[in-house]
């Protein structure tokens, strides 16, 4: 279909009107025309924006969930998905941590996430917890005396349209993909961040990403923007699994890097992966793109992913300006059921551009992981270098480890390097540790470690310290 | 100290250790010899706890405890410790940071504290100048791209900071020239006192000229065939391992 005639299309429906009544704090479960009007009226969104939403809606209707992932999970009922949910009442909470689960909050005492925020965490009534509504963001002063705008996407396309306008989908395209469209259309929040050219950032920006509301599908929205020689370091997600009954998490992250610029984006995933049949766990597919749009450019994904009953997602970089840079450093963990097919892409698009690829991949338990990689070298990446390291450490013997490594080489002057690894944990490091008076338990945490060292050390040094705690805690009980 | 008897061993249905006898005292230091084949490193190798060995008969105790009873991490910790032949390695884990994990588990098993940072790291650098250790050593990944000497002294550095009661060294001379053996066996030495004892697993009698010991044995097919002093070492490189087969069958 011509885009004018969707857009005509879209208008005359939009026409007809909505019925949905704005003054109800959720929508029933479905999707169609009004459930998107009533997201975007209760948003307070312009109609540009609603239109863009309505476009990505008629596109996602003619496509088709991708079906090519190492994945196994049913069909799942969009129509089942309720898509807006206001916050929670508090007195619909539990009132204090001793109405909480007390398994959970052991692992809170074991990660040390401190107590306040355990609270949090868990869904007690206190102030700072919402649902679909973003954290009240805090040193909202500072990053304002450096030019720095860091707020919720809602409030961006309220308050600074055009450069929402001007950056929306231009990484991510509406019909980008199956959940890209789905999540272009319904997206009820997340967070914008503007870097003003020659600002370093002067904090590292970090935001929880949490659901909370049974049966509430999530779909985030994330555009971050780093001017002409700006700098930017962004914290996602959080190191306490966060519970939920069977949900779907489709986000959208887009980054854009002018010249000079540089992102780093590191992510510590944690998700409910379901009970130990992998009953209840959430279903993240997450598209996550950045575009080194200006000349020597850099943009950097770095990510530990434990939780999730499964997870498809591929950080990837558009490597557009010459001598732009792309990195993706990557650890998964999968124990119990859960599935994971995750990897990057790095599309080689301007003369000398680099990327570098270290994934590392830990399956224990009955899990199965995959990591999908693909470089491609256009004809004009003239020069361009790819380095692809992705080594995969098995635990006992019913999980399983898979490398799906594509690339496309569009030109002679290209350097692509690929060494992939696959070893079992060996009994023979595992002796060694043992013998020399180590437990089990800390002898696999520590090779485990070891494993995942080159990662590990990108990560901002807190997030680090944190994402090892989370991984002795996920593979607790993988041995023995 | 350690009392092995009638000790059978099988690995995947093959016999290995056929009654296999042995007495070590606090105090002493004994080399077990023999031709390659014999069981030499499958007895270390059991008592240490290795996986895939199936004792059929027989009993391990370690002052008076039952060893085939105990996790591999406990007879560690109990102060039976092994030097490997092939040390392994375990990469992106610090040497420094294994030291410390094995001697606090330790400790905790005693009902001690974790050592200080300043304390341990002064008894690192002492021991690993005993072993004619760059200090930069600690700071590298476990054996990753240590040569073979290295690997060795490495090992015996685990055993000066770790002290173990009974410290069993299999064919802790492989691979090493004759500087870094004598390193080696300074290290070994530097170990004996009247309360621990040391077993040797070696193919050849000249380490025994650095670690001279009480007692030397000769394993061949699965028994101690004979035993007798450090004199018995000597004969042996003289005349080989045939005639003490022959002795015994007769």
Redesign the interface.
Known sequence: MASEEMEQLVRREYKQGFVTDIESDTVPPGLDESTIAFISQKKGEPEWMLEWRLEAYHQWLKMTPPSWAHLEYPPIDYQAISYFSAPKKPEDRPQSLDEVDPKLLETYEKLGIPLHERAALAGVAVDAVFDSVSVTTTFKEKLHEAGVIFCSISEAIREYPELVRQYLGTVVPQADNYFAALNSAVFTDGSFVYVPEGVKCPMELSTYFRINAANTGQFERTLVICDKRAQVSYLEGCTAPQRDENQLHAAVVELVALEDAYIKYSTVQNWYPGDEDGKGGIYNFVTKRGDCRGDRSRISWTQVETGSAITWKYPSCMLRGKESVGEFYSVAVTNGRQQADTGTKMIHIGENTRSTIVAKGIAAGRSDQAYRGLVKIGPRAKGARNYTQCDSLLIGDQCGAHTFPYQEIGNSTATVEHEATTSKI????L??????????E?AVS??V??????VFQELPMEFAVEAEALLNVTLEGSVG | MLEVKDLHVTIEDKVILKGLNLTINAGEVHAIMGPNGAGKSTLSAVIAGKDGYEVTQGTILFEGQDVLEMEIEERARAGLLLGFQYPIEIPGVKNIYLLKAALNAQRAARGEGEIPAPEFMKLVREKSAEMKMDPSFLQRAVNEGFSGGEKKRNEILQMLILQPKLAMLDEIDSGLDIDAMKVVADGVNSLRNADRAILLVTHYQRLLNHIVPDHVHVLVDGRIVKSGGKELALELEDRGYDWVLEESVA
Do not use: H, S, T, W
């Open positions: 060996a009994d023979d490091q002796f060694y540790c043992r013998a020399r008076g180590i437990g089990e800390d520590m090779i470690n070891g494993f995942c060292k080159d």
